[in-house]
């Protein structure tokens, strides 16, 4: 029983393309997160819900758009995709509010080529 | 938030104690350090997370110095399943959860 899962695992697209990637976490978490890490292993924050609801949107091109249907699942939908975009994409979800906020955890990673 | 600097890698022997160091020098009253561990092909996972002076459980140690400009991952006697990349993490724990990741360490352990 997976905690946190991601759909797809790989991810072979076109440039201009239209895609997106699922995530659920069955640990009743509270906020989600999306993060993006890109070849040199840098792993950077791009969105996160809490409840639905939007809390941090880093500095990410408009073609990115996060949708959370309910506190369970954070999809990531991306608009016409360009090269840069090949990253790996990992979600995580932390239960805020008590001690262990600062303990967020991830799925397996959705990597994401752009051709 | 307080930027760190670690080693980009390190090598090590199956039974050894390895010390991984994280320098954050200019960490904040609020600010927590927390590490993280990714294997390849894997997200990252939360190892221990520390204040001040020392923390242990079952993974590792977490050593922090009075001034908290430093502290030092222990990982006792490694395994050859540790080998990993190690993140030092610093910023506010409650604070929307915005980890913010640096290079990392990438250890090697060998047989």
């Known amino acids: 029983d997976t905690a946190v899962s991601q759909t797809p695992k790989y991810l072979v697209t076109q440039m201009g393309n239209d895609k997106s990637i699922k995530c659920e976490q069955n640990?009743?978490?509270?906020?989600m997160y999306w993060y993006k890490q890109d070849s040199k292993k840098f792993l950077k924050i791009m969105f996160s819900y809490n409840n639905k609801e939007l809390i941090i949107n880093e500095t990410v091109p408009n073609r990115f758009s996060p949708k959370s249907p309910d506190k369970a699942h954070l999809n990531l939908h991306i608009n016409s995709l360009e090269l840069g975009d090949s990253a790996v994409y990992f979600c995580?979800?932390?239960?805020?509010?008590?001690?262990?906020?600062?303990?967020?955890?991830f799925g397996p990673g959705t990597r994401l080529t752009v051709t | 938030l307080a930027k760190t600097t670690q080693p980009i890698s390190m090598d090590s022997y199956e039974g050894q104690e390895v010390n991984i160091t994280c320098s954050h020098n200019n960490i904040a009253t609020n600010d927590y350090i927390t590490w993280y561990q990714q294997f390849p092909s894997q997200g990252p996972r939360f190892i221990i997370q520390g204040y001040k002076t020392k923390v242990t459980n079952e993974v590792a140690s977490l050593f922090i110095p009075a001034d908290r400009k430093s502290s030092t991952l222990s990982l006792p006697r490694v395994s050859l399943s540790d080998t990993a990349v190690y993140y030092c993490l610093v910023g506010p724990y409650n604070q929307g959860g915005k980890l913010i990741f640096g290079q990392g360490t990438e250890l090697s352990v060998k047989p």
């Open positions: 995580a979800s932390s239960q805020d509010g008590s001690e262990d906020s600062y303990e967020q955890y």
């Open positions: 640990l009743g978490h509270d906020t």
